[in-house]
């Protein structure tokens, strides 16, 4: 019997080393495949005829759009080595617009050094273009220089102050900075250009969805200040922490609405939404615990497994609302979720009293 299972362990043993090895040259075999895509058009000697280049470029840029970034780049290459082979003022467009392109795919594959290289070729076309300005502030920024980031995107903004991801992203580093006034500023303006939600391949979501969680985030550190506040805070400061703290629960609120499936959004809403519940509830009228009692409805839509939240609906129908049929419904809802012998010892307590 021990032998038995001696080999039984070895099989296993055995089995779960090969997998590891699939595992392993599975990974490899994927930074092969990148690296053939992405290198091989650098090193191919041969030079496409010129008449080919626009069909390249169409198809590259289709591919770009898809994110098929391995087959783009093939393509890039192929297109920006006819146009290299004859270098006109007229094709200087073009050749800016694959330098960029290229540079792009290399920074979304974390190969920096080849991506700065092709910047540098783009910026010697035309410095002061948009994408130029763009992709040098996010390298900068990338390499922790935050202030000549900034001057980038200061610079575009010259140009296109209705550029939203630069507004955006100097909210980022302004925020990152603990200038919080003016990230605001920024991120408001990105939030109004960018009113279609426009789709940004280099970005997780829209702008005006990112600006959004960033513009709450940053209205919820100016409401910190507060507690630090060496005086008694005065009705004007409690009339400001009262705007920041409802704007920011606005902005989450906007956002989760457009795109719900950012976990982000939901927890810094579900978060605040406590906040607020917490507050009422320490007021003493009972108007208050019904406008909880909203909050805590509210923060269980978003998450129905917010046991928290079906615990404070339950204190409250119970003890403040004298309400114990809706008290026994949360109850019933808190030990679904959780079973623990004092929420059943509730539960059977109530529906005592109930049935009296």
């Known amino acids: 019997m021990d032998s038995t299972k001696h080999n039984e362990n070895k099989s296993f043993f055995t089995s779960k080393r090969w997998l590891i090895y699939i595992e392993i040259l599975s990974i490899v075999g994927f930074f092969v495949v990148a690296a053939v895509y992405m290198g091989k ?50 094709n200087e467009k073009e050749r800016l617009h694959i330098n960029l392109r290229i540079a792009d795919i290399y920074s979304q ?52 102050p209705d550029n939203a991801e630069a507004n955006y992203l100097l909210g980022v580093l302004y925020q990152g900075s603990q200038q919080y006034k003016e990230a605001t500023t920024y991120y408001q303006a990105a939030i109004e250009n960018d009113p279609e939600l426009e789709h940004i391949t280099s970005q997780k979501a829209p702008i005006g969805i990112l600006a959004r969680l960033q513009l709450s985030r940053t209205y919820n550190k100016m409401l910190q200040s507060y507690r ?36 982000e959004i939901r927890d810094d809403l579900i978060r605040l939404l406590y906040v607020r519940a917490n507050a009422l509830k320490r007021e003493a009228a009972t108007r208050p615990y019904a406008d909880a009692l909203e909050v805590y409805e509210e923060i269980v839509e978003l998450d129905p497994d917010e046991i928290l939240a079906w615990q404070e609906m339950a204190e409250i129908y119970e003890s403040y609302l004298r309400n114990p049929r ?31």
Do not use: C
């Open 41 to 90: 058009s650098r090193t191919n000697p041969s030079t496409p005829n010129i008449s080919d280049t626009e069909k390249y470029l169409a198809e590259a840029d289709a591919l770009y759009d898809k994110q098929d970034l391995g087959r783009a780049v093939n393509l890039y290459w192929h297109a920006l080595r006819a146009y290299d082979a004859d270098k006109t003022e007229q």
């Open 228 to 263: 630090f506040v060496d005086r008694e805070l005065t009705s004007t400061d409690m009339a400001e922490i009262t705007r920041l703290e409802t704007q920011s629960i606005i902005l989450l609120k906007e956002a989760y609405k457009i795109q719900p499936d950012i976990q």
């Open 326 to 356: 809706k008290a026994l419904e949360m109850y019933r809802r808190v030990y679904a979720l959780e079973p623990h012998a004092t929420t059943l010892a509730i539960i059977t307590s109530l529906e005592q009293d109930i049935d009296k």
């Open 109 to 160: 594959s974390n190969w920096f050094k080849d991506a700065k290289v092709r910047l540098q070729h783009a910026a010697h076309i035309q410095p002061d273009h948009e994408d130029v300005l763009m992709l040098s502030g996010k390298f900068l920024r990338d390499d922790s220089l935050p202030v000549e980031a900034t001057e980038q995107f200061l610079k575009l903004l010259e140009k296109n």
